[in-house]
Structures are given as C-alpha cells and as structure tokens.
C-alpha cells in the first residue's frame, strides 16, 4: 500500500493557473501507475489524467482537461504532479491522487477508469474555480 498525500488545492479565477501536488511514501514508487481523479458534488468520481512513465510518453488525459492540464511524475522525488491552466468554473472539484502497482491502469483507455481500478488514494484537495 502507498500513502499519498495530495496539495495545492485553492480557490482561482477562471482563465486561472494552479499546480497539484502529491507526495508518495512507503513503496517502490516508480513501478506505480499514477493518475489524477476529481469529484464534483453531484457527479461521480472521474479520471483526469494518467501516468507512468516520467518522461511523459504515453501520458492520458480525459477529453475535458486534454490541452489545459499537464501530468508529470519526479521518481527521484516521489512526487506527482498536476499542472492546471485555462481553468474553468466546471474544473470545480475535489482533486484526488491515486496509484495502482504495474503498468496496467496507465495502457487502459482512461474514460473506462474508475475508482475500484486505482488500489491506493490519497485523501483530496479542494479545487473551486470561480466566474
């Protein structure tokens, strides 16, 4: 099990920037397929992005963030991190990290993600964007 413990959530502007962060403990953390998943009041839990390799390659977005919001991992630092630009009022949400060991999570077609896939989760960080 890895421990994940999520910053960085605020309240922003529309049109805004914000970076997430989220640091991870107690196991090997570069054999763990990373993601970013949020919450909005009212809907279900939903996949943002998806990660495995540091360099980015083969990086997934869901179609609603794809071009506005950036994933990276620093293994060295175990670190995960979500970079949020042009920001919406539909950003709106409760900004979750999770792991998964292996590689499996991150090949899958992100939009079939959901929360039963993802084995560890960190405790979530609160994102509001206002008009």
């Known amino acids: 099990q890895v421990q994940l413990v999520e910053s960085g959530g605020t309240s922003v502007q529309a049109g805004g920037s914000l970076t997430l962060s989220c640091a991870a403990s107690?196991?090997?953390?570069?054999?763990?397929?990373m993601g970013w998943f949020r919450h909005a009041p009212g809907k279900e839990r939903e996949p943002v992005a998806t990660i495995y390799s540091p360099s980015g390659y083969n990086a997934h977005y869901s179609d609603s963030v794809t071009g506005r919001f950036s994933i990276s991992r620093d293994n060295d630092k175990n670190m995960l991190y979500l970079q949020m630009s042009s920001l919406k009022p539909e950003d709106t949400a409760m900004y979750y990290c999770a792991a998964d060991p292996g590689v499996r999570r991150c090949i899958t077609y992100i939009g079939s993600l959901g929360e039963a896939d993802f084995s560890s989760w960190g405790q979530g960080t609160q994102v509001t964007v206002s008009s």
């Open positions: 107690g196991v090997t953390y570069s054999k763990f397929c």
